[in-house]
């Protein structure tokens, strides 16, 4: 059904002050019922007060779900309201959703984890963070949750300051956008940061409640954010992550001890009811010639594998060294694969096509 105007439109906003600015110059007529930057409270203020039309930011993501699937829902509610993104004269609806840019389609909480130490966790959050970083345009954060021992700023080559501890006397009164003041950029991919203390007596300050405000916070800030975490199974803070996590990635290695740990977190994230198609299990630093083939790795576990990204010490090491994540600086057969992984966790997410995997002939030498 072609758009039209009537009179007295009573419209709602989901978006900001750029876009009430162009509905009002669209449609000097109408009524503004409300500008508002959360999706959930659309819902809500439309089941309240009677509009006719609702106008949507196309930076604006809805929270588990694609907007496609949002609008979808919407519709069957409200088959009344015409529903349509900011700049475009046509209304949407679950069919037409498909022109939606893709940039918008998915909001996440990511959270990289696993039962074993230094298997790469904090090398595949900050990578594939700043891959996503990259692709959003900066509307992507990592949280640096492993509160004792947290790496992020040395991978990423942060300043000491600000870091989560800076925050915590605010942490009440914070609304999302005063993350903005804790928050570290990290300039060449646009990824805010909130870094982990600096020391181990500041450590001791973070609790459980805090992890789930500024978690709160962050998810309500940026659409996707990305969580590093410790490999403590019992720590109520790394239980609080995982409980918060739209996409669980769970690392593994080939090595037999990883695996057994592995092996036993499935076995509890199943028991207390983590869903399994949002784990996404991923082995790192793999090599073709282990004893313990990918395949084996599958079967071992019962779970299929997301990606299998390959050991690449000299790589890595290179690039911890100058804190300058693989994915942003060369292409190499490691960094093909990690925004491969990106593509598989955020379907939505445009990835360049000259960062996915190639034919080896292609790939060239990082540095
Ligand atoms: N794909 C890879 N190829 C080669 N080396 C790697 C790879 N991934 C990680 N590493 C190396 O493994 C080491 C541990 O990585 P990382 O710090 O990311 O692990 P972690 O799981 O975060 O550890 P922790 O449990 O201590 O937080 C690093 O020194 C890094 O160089
Ligand atoms: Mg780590």
Request: hydrophobic share 40%; net charge neutral; with cysteine.
């Amino acid at each position: 059904m072609a758009y039209q105007m009537r009179d007295k439109t009573s419209i709602l906003i989901a978006g900001n002050h750029g876009t009430e600015e162009a509905v009002r110059r669209e449609q000097p007529d109408a009524r503004l019922v409300g500008v508002l930057q959360d999706l959930a409270l659309v819902e809500y203020v439309a089941a309240e007060v009677p509009i006719d039309e609702l106008v949507i930011d196309p930076n604006i993501s809805p929270r588990g779900e694609t907007l496609e699937q949002w609008i979808g829902r919407f519709n069957n509610v409200y088959p009344d309201v015409y529903v349509r993104i900011a700049g475009q004269s046509k209304r949407l609806d679950w069919q037409e959703a498909d022109n939606i840019p893709a940039r918008v389609v998915t909001s996440q909480t990511i959270v990289v984890w696993s039962p074993k130490g230094g298997v790469g966790k904090t090398f595949l959050a900050t990578n594939l963070a700043c891959a996503t970083a990259m692709i959003t345009k900066g509307n992507s954060a990592l949280l640096d949750l492993d509160i004792y021992s947290g790496d992020v700023s040395t991978y990423l080559d942060l300043a000491d300051e600000p870091t989560i501890t800076q925050m915590l006397p605010a942490l009440m009164s914070l609304r999302p956008d005063g993350l903005d003041k804790y928050v570290q950029r990290h300039a060449p991919s646009g990824l805010s940061v909130i870094c982990g203390p600096q020391r181990l007596e500041l450590s001791n300050l973070v609790n459980v409640e805090h992890i789930k405000n500024i978690i709160g916070l962050a998810e309500k800030r940026w659409g996707l954010v990305y969580i590093d975490t410790s490999p403590d199974i019992s720590s109520d803070i790394v239980g609080e992550c995982i409980e918060a996590a739209s996409t669980l990635i769970l690392v593994t290695t080939q090595d037999v001890c990883a695996l057994k740990q592995v092996k036993t977190a499935l076995g509890i994230l199943k028991k207390i009811g983590i869903s399994d198609t949002s784990i996404f299990l991923v082995l790192n630093r793999c090599v073709e010639d282990s004893p313990i083939p990918k395949r084996k790795v599958e079967e071992y576990l019962d779970k299929r594998l997301v990606a299998a990204i390959p050991d690449d010490r000299k790589t890595v090491e290179k690039s911890i060294f100058q804190g300058k994540p693989v994915v942003l600086f060369g292409k190499t057969e490691i960094s093909a694969s990690l925004w491969d992984l990106v593509s598989a966790i955020s379907p939505g997410l445009p990835v360049p096509e000259r960062e996915k995997k190639q034919g080896k002939s292609k790939r060239r030498r990082l540095w």
